[in-house]
């Protein structure tokens, strides 16, 4: 009645995480004209890093701990990766797929750092993205 407990949309948690996460790779783009190289794109360690962040941070902002709607994380998922990695859809699940059916240790080690990030950020730790912009750099240089 009076908008308390409303459950937020698929969109507006998007939006909400997007904001969170886009500037994680601004460096890389902008050495790269403002979008993302394949190098990073197609790696394990950054899409399972992100996969980490987006989850930790849908929880966050939905409290939906053990995903009671999977068609809302699904959504939310597909719009936040997309505009991260700058893909469309398509060409999002066939480069994420893969690395999600089997995870390879790039993408478990990248999941890890990206808890260890969130954790890290929650602390006030200025530092917290250190680490994920050391493993990356040779990615795009």
């Known amino acids: 009645m009076f908008g308390f407990n409303k459950k937020k ?28 190289p394949d190098s990073l794109i197609d790696s394990g360690y950054v899409i399972g890093f992100h996969m980490a962040l987006l ?28 505009k991260v990695l700058g893909l469309n859809p398509t060409e999002l699940m066939n480069r994420t797929l893969p690395l999600i059916e089997n995870p390879s240790p790039e993408l478990n080690s990248g999941a890890a750092d990206g808890q260890e990030a969130f954790r890290n950020i929650n602390n006030n730790d200025n530092n917290a993205f250190l680490k994920f912009n050391s493993n990356i750099k040779n990615l795009y240089q």
């Not at 949309?9 to 993302?36: C, M, T, W």
């Not at 939906?64 to 990766?81: A, F, H, T």
């Open 9 to 36: 949309s698929p969109d507006e948690v998007s939006k909400l995480i997007l904001e969170r996460i886009y500037g994680v790779l601004a460096f890389p783009r902008q050495h790269n004209n403002g979008v993302l």
């Open 55 to 82: 989850e930790s941070l849908y929880i966050t902002f939905t409290g939906d701990v053990n995903i009671k709607y999977p068609q809302d994380w699904s959504l939310v998922q597909i719009k936040v990766l997309t």
